[in-house]
């Protein structure tokens, strides 16, 4: 069995190329929708059943996801359908977000924080980690109460944990060494 990013890439690449830069980032938004709306286990178990059409399973999708799809997203929502290849959905939104951050120079990032941070706070930190990381950031925070204190900052496949429970856990392994 292919893997689903290797599945995955040849749709988002080719949505990615028939899009444009322009109105590449418009359109993440939608196709994040229905990856999310594609990722259910109940949509996937009535796509799967033989006496559902693909005509019925695009028309679930799309009025689920609940936003207008335009016609390149709705294109790859019937080409996946008809390939036989709804559960990669979720992944071929993860891979095209990724182009459009990387055309733009732009990154997404979660913030996980023991604590809710407010809109000052989150402005400082993202300012902060912009620095850190060279470029600008998406950021989206969730509140993890197990940090104890600080901050843990995931960014692509870079981590930067400042939080109090990774300092314990360093000191815990150089006291027991």
Do not use: W
Request: a negative charge; hydrophobic letters at 50%; aromatic letters at 4%.
């Amino acid at each position: 069995m292919a893997e689903v990013a290797t599945i995955a890439r040849p749709y988002a690449e080719a949505l990615f190329k028939a899009v444009g830069g322009s109105d590449a980032r418009a359109l993440a938004e939608q196709v994040e929708a229905i990856g999310a709306v594609a990722g259910d286990a109940q949509l996937r178990q009535f796509a799967d059943n033989p006496k559902v059409n693909a005509k019925q399973v695009f028309d679930v999708v799309s009025s689920v996801a609940k936003v207008a799809l335009d016609a390149k997203v709705a294109n790859l929502l019937s080409t996946v359908i008809d390939n036989g290849r709804l559960p990669a959905l979720p992944e071929i939104a993860a891979q095209f977000r990724a182009l459009v951050n990387a055309s733009s120079g732009v990154s997404d990032a979660t913030i996980h924080s023991a604590f809710p941070l407010d809109a000052a706070q989150l402005a400082d930190t993202v300012a902060a980690l912009e620095k850190r990381f060279g470029r600008k950031l998406n950021a989206t925070v969730q509140v993890d109460e197990s940090l104890i204190g600080g901050v843990r900052v995931v960014v692509g496949d870079e981590v930067l944990d400042t939080s109090v429970k990774a300092r314990l856990e360093q000191m815990k392994v150089a006291l027991t060494s």
